[in-house]
C-alpha cells in the first residue's frame, strides 16, 4: 500500500518549453506533497511542500513562477517546470508523508532533459 | 545543514552482514531516525525508522544507541540487490533534511 505514481519517468524538451510532473497517491490521501530535485551525485534537495488546497511553500532560492505547484485534490500534485533551460536538467521526485510519524512514500521520479 | 554524518561508501561481501553507522549526535527529543534507500535513478526506498527502541522488520533492523545520537542499520543478510545509496535522517513534523548518504556497494 501507500503509492505514489510519478509521471512521466523520463522527459526530454526544448528550451523555452514548459513540462508538466505528475504525482498521484493511489491507495491514500496525500494531504502534503513534498518536490525535490536531485543533480547528479548528490543529495536531494527539497524545493517547495504543496498542501492541497492552498499555495505551495518554497524552500529559500527556488523560483516559484518558475516551478508552478498546484495540488488539485487529495490524490494529485503536478510540478510544472516553465521556461525550462539546461540548467534545469535534473532528477525531480515527489513525496507524501504515509502517517505523521509512519516516514514517506516517493514516486519514481521524473529524469528531465533540457535540450 | 544535514542533521546526520554518514561514511561515504561502505563494501559488503555478499551474504553477510551489512552494518551502516550513522552519527546524529544534535537529535531532538521528538525527532525520529529514518533510514532510506535509493537505487541509481530511482525514488528513494523507505527501509525503516525509529525514535529509542531498536526496530526489525522484514528489511532490516535499526539499532539506535540509549543517547540517541547515533543508530546503525543492519541488513542481515545482504545481497547484490541491496546495493544503494542509503540516506540516515533525522526529523519530525514532515521536516526532512537529506544527507549524502552512504553508497553501499554489496560484492560477490
Known amino acids: 500500500g501507500a503509492v505514489v505514481s510519478q509521471h512521466p519517468s523520463r522527459v526530454i524538451c526544448k528550451s523555452g518549453t514548459s513540462v508538466k510532473i505528475e504525482c498521484r497517491s493511489l491507495?491514500?490521501?496525500?494531504?502534503?506533497m513534498f518536490w525535490y530535485r536531485q543533480f547528479p551525485k548528490q543529495s536531494l534537495m527539497l524545493m517547495a511542500t504543496s498542501n492541497e488546497g492552498s499555495k505551495a511553500t518554497y524552500e529559500q532560492g527556488v523560483e516559484k513562477d518558475k516551478f508552478l505547484i498546484n495540488h488539485a485534490s487529495l490524490t494529485l500534485s503536478t510540478l510544472t517546470v516553465t521556461s525550462a533551460h539546461p540548467e534545469d536538467s535534473s532528477f525531480y521526485i515527489c513525496s507524501a508523508p504515509r502517517d505523521p510519524n509512519y516516514g514517506y512514500t516517493f514516486g519514481s521520479g521524473t529524469r528531465l532533459t533540457v535540450v | 545543514d544535514a542533521k546526520t554524518t554518514q561514511p561515504t561508501s561502505m563494501d559488503c561481501a555478499e551474504g553477510r552482514a551489512a552494518n551502516l553507522p550513522c552519527n546524529h549526535s544534535?537529535?531532538?527529543?521528538?525527532?525520529?531516525v529514518y533510514w532510506y534507500r535509493q537505487i541509481h535513478s530511482q525514488g528513494p526506498q523507505y527501509i525503516i525508522h525509529?525514535?529509542?527502541?531498536?526496530e526489525t522488520n522484514e528489511m532490516a533492523s535499526l539499532i539506535i544507541t540509549e543517547d540517541r545520537k547515533s543508530s546503525t542499520l543492519i541488513l542481515p543478510h545482504a545481497t547484490l540487490r541491496d546495493t544503494a545509496v542509503y540516506y540516515c535522517?533525522?526529523?519530525?513534523?514532515?521536516?526532512?533534511?537529506w544527507g549524502a548518504g552512504t553508497k553501499l556497494i554489496i560484492k560477490p
Open positions: 544534535t537529535i531532538s527529543g521528538n525527532e525520529y
Open positions: 535522517i533525522v526529523g519530525s513534523n514532515y521536516q526532512l533534511i
Open positions: 525509529g525514535l529509542k527502541n531498536n
Open positions: 491507495d491514500f490521501q496525500a494531504t502534503t
